[in-house]
């Protein structure tokens, strides 16, 4: 049973440009948040999909965006790509009806 | 944005000795969670709290949820080389369709045999 899985597992980016994280839950799975992971820090929520809108959002700018897809898959955009946005970006999923997220291993982003 | 309270930074431990983490927080939670994070990977559940004051133990692992609800505490028993890794409490206010995890800084344990 393939549990959460990120693409790219790595990703170099320069600034100003844009950049698409994908991510698929965990089968079973139909909501799916997006965590931001710096350096020596926790995961910082980012926002959560349910039912293809996006349910809760942290405290991101606008240059964050995402989609979930019919198939509960989703997707992470970053645009106008800061030296500061460079972090572990995390793709978490949940079952119907409950509350324990399953983490996937993360897209490694560096921005230069 | 917020994140809980966890400290040290670092822990030192000898293999076969046990050892105790804090998490606080300014906020009330209803769940915390302690997830452990291995390089290149995310965090795994360790063990999940819902009520205030539940003591609940997965192997050599124990965990309580504080009665003020701001506050948990894990201990591992008996350490061996595979627990290195960083440990995060996170916390959870399950209000209708909100249920992100507010993160602590995480803990870096080390073992040594």
């Known amino acids: 049973d393939a549990g959460v899985t990120q693409s790219p597992t790595h990703l170099i980016k320069t600034r100003g440009q844009q950049v698409t994280l994908r991510c698929s839950p965990k089968?079973?799975?139909?909501?799916v948040s997006w965590y931001q992971q710096a350096l020596g820090q926790g995961p910082q929520f980012i926002f959560q999909?349910?039912?293809?809108?996006?349910?809760q959002r942290g405290n991101f700018p606008d240059r964050f965006s995402g989609h979930q897809f019919p198939n509960y898959s989703s997707e992470l955009n970053v645009n106008a790509l800061l030296l500061g946005d460079s972090a572990l970006y995390l793709c978490?999923?949940?079952?119907?009806?409950?509350?324990?997220?399953?983490f996937g291993s993360g897209t490694r982003l560096t921005v230069v | 944005g917020q994140q809980l309270n966890q400290s040290p930074q670092s822990m030192f431990i000898q293999e076969g000795e046990d050892v105790s983490m804090n998490c606080t927080s300014s906020?009330?939670?209803?769940?915390w969670l302690w997830y452990k994070q291995d390089p290149g990977e995310g965090p795994v559940l360790l063990i999940a709290?819902?009520?205030?004051?539940e003591l609940t133990s997965n192997g050599r692992l124990t965990a309580q949820f504080g009665i003020t609800r701001k506050d948990s505490f894990l201990n591992i028993s008996a350490s061996i080389p595979s627990d290195v890794g960083i440990y995060f409490c996170?916390?959870?206010?399950?209000?209708?369709?909100?249920?992100?995890?507010?993160f602590g800084k995480g803990i870096t344990l080390s073992v040594r045999p």
């Open positions: 978490a999923s949940l079952p119907v009806g409950h509350h324990d997220y399953t």
């Open positions: 089968s079973g799975h139909d909501t």
């Open positions: 999909y349910y039912e293809e809108e996006e349910r």
């Open positions: 906020s009330i939670f209803n769940t």
């Open positions: 709290l819902y009520k205030a004051g």
């Open positions: 996170a916390g959870q206010l399950l209000t209708g369709a909100n249920s992100k995890l507010t």
